[in-house]
Every structure is written in C-alpha cells, then in structure tokens.
DNA sequence: CCTTGTTTTTCATTCAGTGAAAAGGGAACA
DNA sequence: TGTTCCCTTTTCACTGAATGAAAAACAAGG
C-alpha cells in the first residue's frame, strides 16, 4: 500500500485519543505537526483526524491556524463527578470567605493529589496546581490527611516509593514520612511548611464518607502569615463535618471514580 | 463479511466520538447497550470502543458495571478557556460575596448562554443550569446583555428566530424582545422576571474585552426579593470594570474559542 | 526569486475494524 | 433447581475504510 508499514498494533482509538491527550503536554494552542509528532502519528493521518475531531468541536482552531481543545470537551466533562463537585464547592467557599486564604479540597487519585475545587482571591497569585491539578502526597498538606487515613496498604505502597524533592524541606525519608502520618492522625490535622513549594505553608483536615477518608479539605498561607494557621482549623473542622453530612446521601458510585489501585492479593498474611 | 453491511461513510472516529457524547444525553451512567443504542452502532463494535476508551481512562466503571465518563477528560477540559475561567473566577465570588445572591458570568455560543462559572450557597437549590449548561438568550438576563451589546447581524439574527417559551412570562415577541434590548443598552443592564424559570428573578451586566461585548456577568434572586435586585447593581458594575481590566491583557486567542457564526455576507447592502 | 516550514490533497494498497451471531453471566422469579 | 430475561463478552470470515508516502499548495521570511 501507498502507506507502507502501519506502526503494528495502532487502533484508530487509540491515535484519535493520542491526538486529544496531546493537549496535556502542551498548554498552548499546537500546530498541526506538532500534534503529529506528540501523538507519533504521521502528519497526513493526524491531519485528517484532527478534522474529524474539529467537526465535532472537540478542538477548535485559533485565528493563526492553530489548533486547541475545544468548548464541546469542557461541557462534556463537566459531567465528570459532578454531584460531588458541585457539592463540595460552596463548602470550599465557606472555607475560602472565612479563612480569607485559598482554599480547596483534593481526592486521591494513584499516588497524587487531584484539586477537585479551589477557590483564591482575585490578587493571589496562581499556586502550583490549580483545579484539575495534581501534586504529589508527600509535598502536601491535603496529601498528608489522605494518605494517613488511608488504607494500611496504600500507606505502606507509598512509603516505598522514591519521594521526590520538591523544595529543599520536602520530607523524602520513609520512616521521616510515617511519622509525619501518625502525627497527623493523632492530631486530625496535616500541615506543610514550604515543603511543596517555598514560601508557602499549607493545613488539611480529612472529609470521610461512608467511614472511609474520602477527600481533604485545606488552605495554603504564605510562609509569613503560617503562624495563622492553626487558626482556622476550628473552620476547616466544621466545614467538613458540615461537608460530611451533605455528601452521606450521595451514592459513592457517582462521586468521583479516583484510581484507588488494588490491594495486595496477600493470600499468606504477614504473621502466617 | 460477517459484518454484512456496514453503515456508510461512518468512520471510526465518528463511532468514538459518538460513544463519547452519549454521555450528553443521559447524565446517569450507562449500560453497554444503552450506548450502543444512543450512538447508533452495533453492540459489539461499541463493546470494543468502550473498552479502548477506559484503557484511556477517559470512560470509568461503575460497581454495578456501567460506564460513565472518567476522570482523564475532565483533567483534560480543565485545559479549555483555562485563562479566561481562572481568572473571571475570584470576581463571580466577589459578587457573590458583596451579595450574598447566586452569581453567574457567561458568554455566548451560538444562540444560546453558556454559563462558565457560577457561584452559590450551600443551601441554594441548585438553578436551571449549572457551570457549562447553556439556556436561551432571551429567557435570561446574561443572555439579553450579550444580544444586546453584540453586532447588529447578531441581533437581527436571533430576532428572526422562533422565540420558544420557558414560561408564561416569556418574551417570544420580536418586537418585544427588541425593546428590551434597546431598553438594556440604554441603561447598562438586563433584568428578568420569572420568564425562564418562575419565581426567579436576575439582573446583568456587560463585560467588554477589546471594546466588544465579552462576557456577562449576574445574580439570579427569588421573585420575592426581585425589589432588591437592583441594590446589587454598583456591585455587579463596579466587578465587572475590575474584571474587564484582569482580561484586557488577555489575548483574544486564548480566552475561550466560541461560537460566534458568520455574518452574512451581504455583498448588496440593505439599502442599495 | 528562492528557501524553509507549514498545511492540504491525492491515491494505490491492504489489514484493522467490522458486526451478526453465539456463548457467557447473573439477577429475578417460580 | 430450572427457566426467563437482559446484558456483556467473545468469536470470526470478510472487505472497504483507513492508511501514510509523496506531491502539491500555501505562507512567511530573507
């Protein structure tokens, strides 16, 4: 055929959704060969998908040619765990206009930190993850809580993963960390100070449904204002608790289907 | 082939994106079957698709078997119009907070308001449309604001249209509804009153970006505050021009890529 | 005018995708 | 336990939809 060795093993799936993820890589609008060479697909095939996709407004093409996720993608995923985000939102604000610092609430979702809603002031400056961000669980405060409430054997996963540094007071250590976890059960709360990101401090407070940790809700204050902290837990409390009751009559099936991995087969226990 | 006759000209891709946004259409999750049925193929092909689909993490499963739309595609579409969002953001709150009512901004797509952000309590019922619904312009107040301010083809366009009925206070006159535009630009803003849901009133205001008709901004009021409507007026003002100037750096491109259609081409113009 | 970088179109080739049909669950009921 | 009903999953022979190298068209500099 004219076109010669097809890449084996490549649906057409799988290169329309290469062609979407591309997106991820870059945030900025993507000429057509580079979506092409992001995607690993040759720039004729892309051409064509990227028409089909554009007819579908999935992506739209800015004034100079360019292409980027389009609107239609935006509404569709607004369905996405919208129950629990629309829910938890107001709760977020409660935080937000009490506090007066930024506010949010994370799930897990692997070993990361999903922002599922933020709210900041207008004269913040954007923070490292906004929502629909994710950081790592070590870094953060929100992290901390949903790591220390979690299942034994997530716990124990992550402590046996290589904790990357992100600032120079980022606790790498396993047996650092587990304490760090033990503390913030024993207290009911998790704190960072310039861990994730220098110059800013943050506190979390767990949000648990049907009995298991389910989210966390916590702020992020610059590092001069951290002695403030501790402060607003009486806020941060409430409004979980608050957030708890309006969350009990949700389903979990329709909250938000977070990658929570499989537990160890673990037929033979560790004392058998 | 087994496959007997296909259906013609529907490519891959169509089925995909089919399967996709059959998600519109029913927000509960769905059988396998059910998409089948909505995006028009055949059971197995949608087994398949479906399948490569949650590889992607872009479809997730239920307990109970049923698919729904995953987690990745919402990361994904957190990517769309991100700028504009992030930054309209903290002033809807503003609004919010001065007043204490539901705030909304939205632009226009097409023929209809698609709202970007909306802000509410936690004890407020949830409205007609949520952060990405879409409603009528002429139904609502952010809608009127963004005919009213918009290019005359626009306008002339919608008012050709058949204005359908939300409620019986509904304007779907034409001459009508052009009075109430003129009335809108000549005082600054739109108010509704029961006309797209009864018993809720709103009130909005204009938000220019490069000396065109941007966005709209608004509170939504049960009818029996509708008198107080208007005290939220400096508020929603005053948000608005702090807003206007957040944006002004933004360049078009990048705000939100929406819908505006073609004016007509009009080559003889009306007069000649 | 040429060069360099795109986007778009073309087209002979063939294998990835196809979908009817059958098999495999599993829940509800008798 | 068997039967019914409905949904999911697997199978498989067949072929036209998808393919991608290559060429053409376009755009922006130099």
């Known amino acids: ?22 997106f991820e890589s870059e945030r900025r609008p993507l000429a057509l060969t580079e979506i092409a060479a992001i995607a690993g697909i040759p720039v004729s095939t892309a051409h064509r998908l990227v028409g089909e996709l554009t007819e ?23 369905n996405v765990g919208r129950q629990l985000r629309d829910t938890a939102k107001p709760f977020v604000q409660d935080v937000f206009s009490l506090s007066r610092e930024t506010s949010h609430i994370a799930i897990r979702d692997g070993n ?8 900041y002031d ?3 400056v954007p923070q490292s993850a906004g929502t629909g961000g994710r950081l790592p669980m070590h870094t953060t405060a929100v992290g901390k809580v949903l790591l220390a ?5 997530v716990r124990t996963a992550y402590l046996g993963l290589d904790l990357q540094r992100a600032t120079d007071r980022t606790i790498t250590g396993a047996r650092e960390l587990a304490a760090e976890l033990d503390l913030t059960r024993a207290r ?18 767990p949000v648990f449904h049907t009995g298991r940790i389910g989210a966390a809700l916590g702020i992020v204050v610059p590092a001069e204002r951290s002695e403030t902290m501790t402060k607003h837990l009486p806020v941060l409390k409430a ?9 009990a009559r949700i389903p979990l099936e329709t909250l938000i289907k977070a990658h929570h991995g499989d537990p160890p087969k673990d037929t033979e226990s ?3």
Chains 1, 2 share one sequence.
């Open 1 to 22: 055929m004219a076109g010669g060795s097809r890449e084996a093993g490549r649906s057409v799936t799988d290169k329309v959704l290469s062609v979407l993820t591309a």
């Open 56 to 78: 579908w407004q999935l992506i739209s093409r800015t004034s100079n040619g360019r292409y980027q996720l389009g609107l239609r993608i935006w509404e569709l995923a607004q």
């Open 112 to 119: 990361e930190v999903l922002y599922i809603e933020r709210v």
């Open 122 to 124: 207008s004269r913040r």
């Open 149 to 153: 409430y979690e299942e034994p054997w």
């Open 188 to 205: 009911g709360y998790a704190t960072t100070h310039g861990e994730q990101s220098p110059g800013t401090c943050s506190i979390a407070v």
């Open 239 to 247: 409004v979980s608790s608050r957030l708890e009751a309006a969350t």
């Open 270 to 272: 560790a004392g058998s």
